[in-house]
DNA sequence: TTGATGAGATTAAACGATTAATCTTGAGAA
DNA sequence: TTCTCAAGATTAATCGTTTAATCTCATCAA
């Protein structure tokens, strides 16, 4: 590998010079870099990150640890937290939490231990990250007292309820996965707060509520409202097996408009995040944090859309 | 941070009886390890990554470039490298190739600014990766001269084909997403190859296959296997808006034992890739190719295993 | 002529870990 | 007593980059 040593002896200059040159900091003349650049470019010259970070002490890579990467989500946050790091020159290590607060907690040790300048954290749901000696930045929700940036959950809850109140639909039957998740409470409570007072709603959670639904459906409920795609997709599936038809029978909605929403049939009215605008805030923000200068709105929830599909409609 | 020079003068010895007690390596009393290691952990030392690589010339972090990490194949498979290279103490730079062969150079190239001490790669389909400066292995299939290991995309084939032949089936759409890929081409000539010669095979490729399928059904096929779950699932979706049921008129298989093949309804049967084996196989190459020894089974394939749910069965 | 000034380069130290070479000491043998 | 030997430690150099401090000139003003 060719270092700077090798471009100024090949120029019969000194290492610092070379330095200087490349980094545009010292006081070196045009026609120097000039030359430097040049013979870097033909040496094909790389940084060795070692070296600077040994001298720097920044490693310029950040951690980022999710809870489960078979979540279609979180993948799709973790590409675009890459692409945006790539753009600053900074590397991504993902790790991945696995489904408990300790493989959380031996994932950001490890990233510790690799080097990391600083921590991009899902959280596990009901849990907080440890106090860590580099900079952490929490993804999560605005209940968490400790987020740096996420979705507006409990706006994405509003929207979507109030679309299926609009419509006309008087019984409601919401479905989350685990009411220890922050963000599926922030979604459940978004959706209650919106719906007016003389709507019937009912709120279920985890397997229990998934088998009541076909009970519930024979109630009266005409809409379910679930916090995930993957719960609806659950959904979908037992009402197929039931013979009950999406959505002449009953409206169904997902939540983060994964790409099996939009190939299921019907397609699934769901709520999108913007991920590019949270990856590209929780880059800043972390940077910032690094950098010791006070960062960007710290704590703010970016809007979600509400995409409506095939899979709801005016009941009958 | 601490480093090794605290602990030293910590103790009153230098730093180079530090790492070699630390180490093993030197000559240091029992006594004096006892004593390091103790202090070591009480000051809670971490080797720092950077002093280490420099002096060392291996980083210990890999790169994974993979094709796609929205399709949910991939991310199992980052997520089981990582585990795998955990225990080795490595670290995983993953790094997503987003669907061309130019982004595929490209995050090679970041990976390498980064310092990776070597490759792992799952090539976007027709290409192969350019020649890098560190040791590359290949993850594709079996007609990929350069592959290093994968499972048996093939033998898969072969496998779903025979269950679909034994049970009775005389007329097969096989249908896969991309000639070009040679994974999916393998998968296609596992199945063609191993039907008796009585068997009727159509072949199609991509959106116009997925067109055709109505049309196919009305011909007389009575199963239609493809070479993804992803294509199974668009399948049923186009086959529930035609309102054939899966599988008393048509029998459907996927590829990949992906999450959503078991939420599905009927659940689907599919074929499954050993993901840890072939984890742990990639990991041990690559090591071994980094410290210079000969690797072990290049080129080798792990068997694939069928998974029969309820997307198949006798045709009527 | 002398001094001041500043552009443009160099020197040298530092970051943390590793390791070959060297030094110190005590024990045992002749 | 003197010599040998080895265990147990230290010394010093090295990896590549950065940067504060310093040096060398040429230029220009007084």
Partial sequence: MVSIKDIASDLGITAATVSNALSGKGRVSQDMVQRIRARADELGYRPNLAGRALRSGRTGILGLVMPDLTNPLFPRIAQTISNEADARQLGILIADSRGSAAEQSAAL?????????????????????????????????????QNAVSADHVGGGALIARHIAEIGHRHLLLLGGDPVSEVQSDRIKGMTSALPADIQVDVLWGADGLAAVP?????????????????????HSSLLRAQIPVPDR??????????????????????????EDIAARAIAIITAMIAGTPPPHLGEVVPMRLVIRQSTAIPN
Avoid: C, W, Y
């Fill in 109 to 145: 040790r490890r990233l510790l231990n690799l080097g990391v300048d600083g921590l991009l954290v899902v959280p596990q749901k009901g849990t907080s990250p440890d106090p860590m000696p580099v900079p952490v930045a929490v993804i999560n929700t605005q209940s968490d007292p």
């Fill in 250 to 275: 009953v409206s169904l909605t997902g939540f983060d408009n994964m790409s099996i929403s939009s190939i299921m049939h019907p397609r699934l009215t769901t709520v999108a995040q913007n991920v």
């Fill in 215 to 235: 009970e519930r459906i024979s109630q009266g409920v005409t809409a379910i409202l679930t916090t995930s795609d993957l719960i609806a997709l659950q959904v």
